[in-house]
């Protein structure tokens, strides 16, 4: 069986352009294993739909790959960067669920 399910940590950074959406890079070698084993399931731009959790906050979104870094990103909706106090700059643990 395929795992699908990881525990990421990683910083959060603002991407620059309007809107300043917050992201995490997925590091690459838990990128790569995703692509691998998940490609077939992919949508619009090479998404993935996930479930996320962070703290006590579940959400349901999709990973984009980058494909200049290599790795897919995770954006994060404003009412859980809310709920959880997410800010540019600190280190996060997540829970990442691809939607089999």
Avoid: C
Avoid at 33 to 59: C, D, Q
Avoid at 78 to 84: G, I, L, Y
């Amino acid at each position: 069986m395929v795992k699908n399910k990881y525990k990421i940590k990683a910083v959060v950074w603002i991407y620059p352009g309007p809107g300043g959406w917050h992201f995490i890079s997925i590091p690459k070698k838990i990128s790569e294993e995703i692509k691998n084993n998940f490609a077939k399931l992919k949508k619009g731009w090479g998404s993935l739909p996930v479930t996320i959790t962070v703290g006590k906050t579940t959400w349901q979104t999709s990973i984009f790959p980058d494909t200049k870094m290599g790795v897919y990103l995770l954006p994060f909706k404003a009412e859980a960067r809310k709920k959880e106090r997410i800010i540019k700059g600190i280190e996060i643990k997540i829970n990442l669920e691809i939607k089999v």
